[in-house]
């Protein structure tokens, strides 16, 4: 099967998935700016320096730029989200599900021939999958990732400008923080994407 047919297969199956959205865009049109790993750091996320998928336990933007130019294409998916549930404790489970979709792409895009397929998600891995633990098994040193077949690395660990991107795929991202008004702007986006190479 020729790689377009390849990858439209695999943009047929993000659809099955429940995606709200998806697109197939060539490496080079993903933004990726160094100071986004500043944001992991300062206000300090959570997830910072919590497990294996994010800064400042990954790669970063310098490395991911070189490495997108080794990839055909880039699958990007979304969810439609209302902003409530962005702003309540209910966002991990977005946030999981997010892993869960990139990760589920992952796995069918190297089934169907695409060797190289890297799935990327949002949000930190420890907060949804290894909450009851006290740490991060493969930062610990004692062990593998509890969840290889779900847990993704973080696209902003990548220094990926989601907001830029969102302009460029035609989607419209409302920026939701903790004081948007959820009444105003009912609805965000939460994304994760896959690159697909040989
Ligand atoms: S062991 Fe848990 S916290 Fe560490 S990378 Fe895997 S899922 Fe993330």
Redesign the pocket.
């Known amino acids: 099967m020729e790689n377009q047919d390849r990858a439209e297969k695999v943009l047929a199956h993000a659809a099955t998935l429940g995606t709200s959205g998806r697109k197939l865009i060539e490496p080079n049109q993903v933004p990726v700016d160094n100071k986004f790993i500043e944001f992991c750091k300062t206000p300090q996320c959570p997830g910072y320096g919590s ?3 994010c800064p400042p336990n990954v790669k970063g933007p310098d490395w991911f730029r070189e490495y997108l130019k080794t990839f055909d294409q880039v699958l990007v998916f979304k969810f439609d989200v209302p902003t409530k549930v962005l702003l309540s404790e209910e966002r991990h489970e977005v946030t999981r599900l997010i892993h869960e979709t990139a990760s589920g792409i992952e796995l069918f895009a190297l089934a169907n021939g695409f060797a190289r397929a890297k799935g990327f998600a949002g949000g930190s ?2 907060q949804v ?2 909450q009851e633990y006290l740490g ?4 610990s040193g004692t062990g593998g ?3 290889p077949d779900k ?1 993704r690395q973080s696209m902003s660990g990548m220094g990926v400008d989601f907001l830029e991107l969102t302009k460029r795929l035609g989607w419209k991202m409302e920026i939701i923080t903790q004081t948007t008004n959820a009444d105003e702007v009912s609805m965000g986006m939460m994304a994760g994407m896959v690159l697909l190479g040989d």
């Open positions: 497990s294996m998928s891995c420890k999958f290894c991060c098994r493969v930062l990732c509890r969840n847990a």
